[in-house]
């Protein structure tokens, strides 16, 4: 099976990198650095959560407390399968902001949307305000994450001070035990979506 083969090659191609992670319950992801002198360095990754509370653009940095639809229907919330079933799961998407049952735009709608609570209507965009002045949403980054950042697996190498990661399966400049092997679940780095 190629994806199989693919599924190997990935496991053993993460073990060599340096991405930051967190595989001992440190307050966010970090790393060992490839200076001599500076042992580790927690990693400058953004906290999921951070964004507009109006509208710019097409909303898709929108990150207010809005949570009813243009016609008055009350949103559902992200973390739930009813009345409607959908794949926005939060913890699968930690960089789109699907926080409670706020309007968010995580696949690039014309503007901020949600699943309603009414069983007849599966989901209706969200009346946000316009954001005064010249619109300067910046989209939020790809690559963030929750709570300690535990389960981040994304593919940032450079810690807060611009330090380049030290791999994980290296033991120069520094020797240490935060080895793949002996964290296993700290350092997998795969996306199955594309199989999927």
Not at 10 to 20: A, E, F, I, P
Not at 135 to 153: D, I
Request: aromatic residues 12%.
């Amino acid at each position: 099976h190629a994806w199989e083969i693919l599924l190997t090659e990935t496991l053993k191609k993460d073990l060599k990198m340096n991405y930051c992670r967190n595989p001992d319950g440190e307050l966010r992801p970090w790393c060992f650095t490839t200076s001599p002198t500076k042992r580790w360095e927690y990693c400058n990754i953004p906290l999921s959560g951070l964004g507009s509370q109006c509208l710019s653009g097409k909303g898709e940095d929108y990150q207010g407390r809005i949570a009813i639809t243009e016609s008055g229907n009350a949103c559902q919330h992200w973390n739930t399968q009813f009345p409607h079933r959908h794949g926005w799961i939060p913890d699968r998407y930690p960089c789109k902001g699907l926080d409670e049952n706020y309007c968010r735009n995580p696949d690039g709608e014309k503007k901020p949307w949600c699943y309603t609570t009414n069983n007849s209507v599966r989901w209706e965009y969200c009346a946000i305000p316009h954001c005064d002045g010249i619109e300067q949403g910046v989209p939020l980054p790809e690559e963030c994450y929750r709570g300690k950042g535990q389960s981040y697996r994304g593919t940032t190498s450079i810690t807060a001070s611009g330090k380049k990661c030290q791999a994980w399966n290296s033991m120069f400049p520094h020797r240490h035990e935060k080895t793949p092997d002996r964290f296993p679940n700290a350092y997998v780095y795969l996306t199955f979506s594309c199989f999927i």
